[in-house]
């Protein structure tokens, strides 16, 4: 699309939208330790903090059920927002912007994101505005700038009136208020969060009841009364526009809502400039040392350079060039990016699932190790002695398991060794093996590496008569939570699963020295082999593997299935575990072409449910191309593009992982900017074509840690291993060079990976010097190489 831009340089990337009508929900993030925003194009905000569970500060006009960020977020002309109304008070003219709520044509719009910022630029009746938004490195506080410049020519001073509108909302049904207080200089709305429990009284004293706009200068006038600012008229139209000032008209126990008012004054190019913090607060003193510490140019300018550094802490460890410049801006700027989110903040949540937890720190060994290191730690120090992991990792001490994961799965033994396999390919740290951590039932500490055999021995007890694993309230797929709820269902994924991470650990045994006796391996070995038979056994059927046997004994995911007849993972997976042969690959690999492939990407079952269907579960309600329902669901997407990779299948799996990415030409489907990955892509292809390839628009994903390693450890094919970097790029065959720079415990690798040729197999050189067995041994910290690599040019 002609009104997207993508800035490509590293140091300063942005993408701009260049219309709020053509992509309406299309949006853009900021965060940090304590909070997260989801700031649309068109001035709405969708924001969350800590305290320490995810609490609002700026509410919906009603009463909001306490959830996650949901997927294609709804907005409505009350939804949260923060606006900016101007007034021409000489020709009685009023628009809005960013562009809600009045909706009025601009005659210029920039929407743009950058890694630390989010700005507009606008023009309208011959008025420049910039409006910016960042945060602070460590507060709960958005910092708001807004400049307004008179481009009008010859005609001497014109007057204008700006209304900066943040919405509040119904903060309480207990009691809410709102007021302007002089000494602050700042609108203060303040609420008692409802309880009916006595301890809940004693609970709820420490929290940031109250929401402030504070401002840098004195307002002309305030309006902290929703329902009466916007009379007859609505937001739309709102009636107290018509008047010279605002009424300075208080809430008491009305929906508050924070307005300013300035009248302005300016000559031909005079412009004005403010600043405003906007947030949550405990007290009138918190709120006085938020605005004393940000509110000021130096403190602001300070401010953005603190949190620029912050952001900055979330490079990775490549950087390429294809001469693609959407695909090398995305994987060396927006990828990093938001993986350095989900593995710093563990997507602003105090429970993450273990699975999710587990395989965002997965990213963060790409970004920062040590904290990968911890967090694996804290995982296990959270394992059951009998080694089953639990649903959700505990971050904090009042923490408790919510939502999804109050309800058992059986998976989340399988990420420990597939995941710390990637952080000891990066680090080499086997001394984390030796690591004594205790149990959640249990003072008594077992070795790191004990807790991975205690993990994988749970795995395989878990299994029926069969031999296979026992799903049951789900597996990977969560809504599967009928499958195996009454104790019988098995998972062909989780077998799969069981199976790769046993072999998995065995490799990392053999390659890292780990101690484990010998003849615990090879149990592993034949617990796999056996797995990966009566996989082939009872669930391969005709052209792939199945999903799944029901309670009732029914075999599901077959060309027998009216709805859902081939899932993806089974393939996936069944590539990656060895269970599938060559000529069963093949047959597979064309079936999800023909059934699950589409223009946005790989669809996760086809056809999609239309009906519940009461063996298998909550999947089946979910609408058809929406989430695990047949979605193109970007976390199996990325594992089949890896396993793809395994095979020996380059091309295909360098199309499945470009396809995962956003892009410019396919922005009008999806609605989104090339600037995160979305959890999932509609799908349901063939069933509703009209509406395949639209984005959720939810940047939480566990599809990032996987995405990367593909392109570290199979495109450039810079993988770490016991003593060095094994090098063995996979290059798909339109694709002749890449360039770039690859940091290696410590060293930096300047790289160029072409292809030849006069050459049969790969060759890797050194400063001109062959390097024996393809395998680069770092000298140490602070070493650095000019590394160039030879591949095969194949017809």
Known sequence: ???????????????????????????????????????????????????????????????????????????????????????????????????????????????????????????????????????????????????????????????????????????????????????????????????????????????????????????????????????????HSPDALKFLQLSNNDARYETPVAIYQYRESLGENQSVNYQFLFGPAKDNTEIAQIRDRYLNSSNARKAQQEYDDYIAQGKACLTINTDNTEFDDFVNHWLPRQMFYHGDVNRLSTDPQTRNYIQDNMGMCYIDPTVARQAFVLALSQQHSNGAMPDGILLHAQAELKYINQVPHADHCVWLPICLAVYLNETGDVDLLTTPIAFSDSDTPKLFSEHIDLALNWLVKATDHRGLSLIEQGDWCDPMNMVGYKGKGVSSWLSLATAYALNTWCDLCEEYGIQIPLNKLTEYRLAANTINESVNTYFWHEQWFARGITDNDRLFGTVNDEEGKIYLNPQSWAMLSGAASAEQQQLMIAAISEQLMTPYGVMMLAPSYTKMVEDIGRITQKHPGVSENGSVYNHAAIFYAYSLYQAGENDLAFEVLSKILPSKALAAKSGQLSIFVPNYYRGAYQQYPEKAGRSSQLFNTGTLAWLYRCLVEELCGLKGGNGGLYIAPKLPSHLNKISGQRMFRGAIIHFIIEKSTQITEIEAYIDGEQVVDNKLTIRGNNATYQLSVLVPAHD
């Open 1 to 235: 699309m002609n009104n997207i831009n993508n800035n490509h340089k590293i140091e300063d990337a942005t993408v701009k939208l260049d219309c709020p009508i053509s992509m309406p929900k299309a949006s853009g993030f900021l965060w940090n330790k304590r909070m997260v925003l989801q700031v649309n194009c068109r001035g709405y905000v969708n924001a969350q903090f800590m305290q320490p569970e995810p609490r609002k500060y700026s509410y919906a006009p009603n009463i909001e059920e306490k959830t996650f960020i949901q997927p294609e977020h709804s907005y409505f002309s009350h939804h949260p927002g923060r606006f900016f109304y101007i007034k021409d008070e000489d020709q009685q003219q009023s628009f809005s912007v960013p562009y809600e709520p009045m909706r009025v044509k601009l005659a210029k719009f920039s929407f743009v994101q950058s890694a630390s910022e989010i700005y507009w630029l606008i023009e309208h009746l011959e008025l420049k505005i910039k409006i910016s938004l960042s945060l602070t490195a460590n507060d709960v506080v958005e910092r708001w700038s807004l400049s307004v410049e008179n481009l009008r020519k010859g005609e001497g001073k014109r007057n204008i009136s700006i209304y900066p509108y943040f919405s509040i909302g119904y903060m309480s049904w207990m009691n809410q208020s709102a007021t302007f207080d002089e000494q602050l200089n700042s609108i203060v709305a303040t609420a008692v969060t409802p309880y009916q429990k006595v301890e809940q009284y004693f609970k709820n004293k420490e929290l940031k009841d109250k929401t402030f706009l504070i401002a840098d200068k004195k307002p002309t006038s305030w309006h902290t009364n929703q329902a009466t600012f916007e009379g007859e008229g609505g937001l």
